[in-house]
């Protein structure tokens, strides 16, 4: 789930962790993301919660602002990504369960896009 939101946004926005303490819109965008996740996770038996979200946001506040996820180091270094395995694998699962799941779909047509730009 943290993966999904964070490494995601940040490699979507070419941004540091600064920029997800920082800026309400980068939140939102993350916590979309995450959201997803969690209708996902109830179908699984996983069972995560907006309160993991909190969880997730609190550590993240305690990181380097400078600091970079790797999936937006990845993507400065021009190298393929995990998106296949975080928002493409939610996306099947969405369809297996009948969940929507747009954010993460448009999330996987940006980075994929990104790859092939390079």
Do not use: H
Request: proline content about 3%; hydrophobic content about 40%; aromatic content about 6%.
């Amino acid at each position: 789930m943290v993966n999904i939101g964070m490494n995601q946004t940040t490699a979507i926005l070419r941004a540091p962790y600064r920029t997800i303490q920082k800026i309400s819109y980068a939140q939102k965008l993350v916590k979309a993301a995450m959201r997803e996740a969690i209708e996902i996770s109830k179908s699984l038996n996983i069972n995560l919660s907006e309160e993991d979200i909190d969880k997730a946001f609190n550590m993240l506040m305690d990181f380097s602002p400078d600091g970079k996820t790797s999936m937006l180091q990845d993507v400065e270094a021009k190298r393929k990504t995990e998106v296949e395995m975080l928002s493409g694998k939610l996306c099947l699962l969405g369809k297996q369960f009948n969940i929507p799941t747009p954010v993460n779909n448009l999330f996987f047509n940006l980075i994929k896009s990104i790859e092939r730009m390079y």
